[in-house]
């Protein structure tokens, strides 16, 4: 319930009188109204009588809504009610609009046949609203009589042609007044360079308020100082907007998030525009021209370092920096990331967030590591309100308690329903007592200078990169693309989350490889090949042999070597219908077996180093035959480098 009947109408608009009489505008010689406004100090008329109201009541067959009741008690109308509504009804030139626009009918004509009855409100209003606005840039204000709420107040609409935008609707006279007071405010505040600083009480008041939510957002009481922050904002106070979009950005909104003012800043220039880019790289598909609005103000340099930074993001080589204990806390937090302990990598930023100081007054968190391409996918909702609600910058506060973790520290969620609905298969490799690195030495193609990990990207990025660089596809040929990282304590995984269907009779599993001088794992789950039907592999071998393996495959287990009672096939497959349950139970064993887990976050939404393996099938026998198609475009496909002039691919069929 809206209180509206204790509102102070004459204090309120006699405040708005004074600061409109005290900034008019330069350059502008003021009308006859105006300059008697202007020496009254006030923009509205005497008051209307009981009797006029009820006169224009009368006229209107309506009870006018409480608060334009007791507007019109204080005056009969108002001048400047804004920036484009010169002049507002009072008792005498307010009337029912009954579609003197015929926007009636220009709203109904695009209405689906399914409208819901907000739609329709906004349709209908222009025949049964009462119209308020006598002059104005085009912009009419109509208040609905009904739309009403307990307290008898009519919803107010306005709207303009020139806004390209749906009615705006308040919820009663008073809040329309209130918002075109603001407005009043925002079109003052943002006047050219010259005109002489806008400055009052109200100027006065926010700046303060805005002061004490920079304080209260360092010491963590990020929702009350956001709410000051988006007050002073509507009113066009300085450095609102780029104060209160360092708090969006980290709750994960992007949408009209510039940082408005600081980004431009020197001071700040390091912090505040990677993630203004970042966003830009995002969302631009390489048509470049608005980065340069969304810097305006900004110089030539700043325009040069703002591209620059796009096409280090652009080639994943970003890489945020920050000093002091908080700086050494980031480098230890990407290496983290890049194998795959998200979890951890948050921990230690959030660790030393308290140690963290900011580059000017008006800085109010670390915001740069979002566009790193290892640190940025680190950030959830959830943990950048716990980011906001830890105490920094020396202010004093409590912490707030840790958010969960996003890695469930196990092998179970391959078996759980993929968010996308993508993950139909998956096929990964645990090797135990090496780093990472080592991996791709051990289960490499090895192909040009010898294997090695690609920069870190998220697996959609490997494998459209991979798909630009190949040039030979082959029926037989089954090299993966892996992620590499490290899968608890002691061991390391290779992991493909989009393998080619599995081949019982052509599979060799790289176990062996990968396991000379220690232990390996191979899992592979998903369809087999030109079926619809379910699988799961696992081997495992030791010192470059196989010790044990089983093939769950047509409703039959094929083992091979001593299983471990732990794993033994048939402890699991004894109730084939429950396929999900079969394979989240097989899962946990392995887990359990041989104390490893794979990152759920790291794999599904960070970026990892990649490299390709050797192919994970034999190679064709005799008689055997087998499909390659070599593309090559341009004067790539002849052998003497004689041009085509066309794109040809080559296909060509072996034994």
């Not at 007071?181 to 700046?207: I, K, M, Y």
């Amino acid at each position: 319930m809206t209180n509206t009947t204790a509102f102070d109408w004459r204090s309120f608009l006699l405040k708005w009188s004074g600061e409109w009489a005290d900034h008019l505008p330069d350059g502008e010689t003021p009308g006859e109204d105006d300059e008697a406004a202007r020496h009254a100090r006030w923009l509205g008329f005497p008051p209307a009588s009981e009797e006029r109201i009820a006169a224009m009541e009368e006229r209107l067959g309506r009870r006018m809504p409480p608060s334009y009741r007791e507007f019109l008690q204080v005056t009969d109308g108002w001048r400047h009610a804004g920036g484009f509504v010169w002049l507002l009804a009072g008792t005498e030139d307010a009337h029912w609009h009954d579609n003197a626009s015929e926007l009636a009918d220009t709203f109904e004509e695009y209405l689906e046949e399914d409208a819901g009855p907000e739609e329709r409100r906004e349709a209908d209003i222009w025949r049964r609203g009462l119209q308020l606005d006598v002059e104005s840039d085009a912009i009419y204000v109509l208040m609905d009589p009904e739309d009403v709420d307990e307290d008898g107040e009519w919803a107010v609409y306005t709207w303009a042609s020139w806004r390209a935008a749906p009615p705006d609707r308040y919820a009663n006279f008073l809040a329309f007044m209130r918002d075109m007071h603001r407005e009043f405010h925002s079109l003052r505040a943002h006047r050219g360079d010259g005109e002489p600083v806008f400055v009052n009480d109200t100027t006065r008041e926010l700046d303060a308020q805005m002061e004490e939510a920079r304080l209260e957002a360092l010491g963590g009481r990020w929702e009350r100082a956001l709410k000051a922050l988006d007050e002073a904002k509507e009113y066009g106070r300085p450095r609102a907007a780029g104060l209160g979009d360092q708090i969006r950005r980290l709750l994960g909104e992007t949408h009209m998030v510039y940082f408005d003012g600081l980004v431009t800043d020197p001071r700040y220039t390091r912090e505040m525009l990677p993630p203004l880019v970042a966003e830009h790289a995002a969302h631009s598909y390489r048509h470049d021209s608005t980065l340069r609005f969304h810097l305006r103000g900004a110089d030539e340099d700043l325009v040069s370092l703002a591209h620059a930074t796009l096409e280090r993001m652009r080639g994943g080589t970003y890489r945020y920096t920050a000093a002091g204990p908080f700086g050494e806390a980031v480098e230890r937090a990407r290496e983290l990331a890049r194998w795959g302990d998200t979890d951890g990598a948050w921990r230690t930023l959030i660790d030393a967030l308290p140690r963290w100081e900011p580059l000017g007054p008006d800085h109010l968190a670390p915001l740069g590591w979002v566009a790193d391409p290892l640190l940025g996918p680190l950030l959830t909702p959830e943990r950048g309100r716990e980011l906001l609600a830890t105490p920094r910058g020396g202010q004093p506060g409590e912490g707030p308690r840790p958010t969960a973790g996003l890695d469930p520290g196990d092998l179970a969620w391959l078996a759980e329903p993929d968010p996308g609905n993508n993950r139909t298969s998956y096929r990964f490799v645990l090797v135990e007592g090496v780093e990472p690195e080592e991996l791709p030495g051990r289960l490499g193609a090895g192909d040009g200078d010898g294997p090695v990990l690609n920069q870190p990207m998220t697996l959609w990025e490997a494998r459209r990169r991979s798909l630009e660089r190949q040039r030979e596809f082959s029926s037989y040929d089954d090299r993966a693309l892996m992620a590499a990282g490290r899968a608890g304590s002691g061991w390391s995984f290779a992991f493909d989350g989009d393998p080619a269907p599995f081949a019982p009779r052509r599979f060799v599993s790289p176990a062996a490889a990968a396991s000379a001088g220690t232990r390996a794992v191979v899992v592979w789950s998903g369809l087999r090949a030109g079926h619809r039907e379910p699988f799961f592999h696992m081997s495992v071998a030791r010192d470059g042999a196989e010790q044990y393996s089983f093939t769950w495959m047509d409703g039959e287990v094929r083992p091979s070597g001593e299983i471990p009672r732990a794993l033994d096939p048939s402890r699991f497959f004894g109730d084939l219908e429950d396929g999900v349950g079969t394979e989240r139970s097989l899962l946990e064993a392995v887990a359990r077996e041989f104390g490893v887990c794979l990152p759920r976050h790291a794999i599904v939404r960070g970026r990892l180093h990649t490299f390709t393996t050797r192919s994970w099938t034999r190679p064709p026998r005799d008689g055997e035959t087998y499909g390659v198609i070599r593309v090559g475009w341009g004067d790539a496909l002849l052998a003497d480098g004689e041009r085509t002039g066309r794109d040809e691919p080559e296909r060509t069929e072996d034994r």
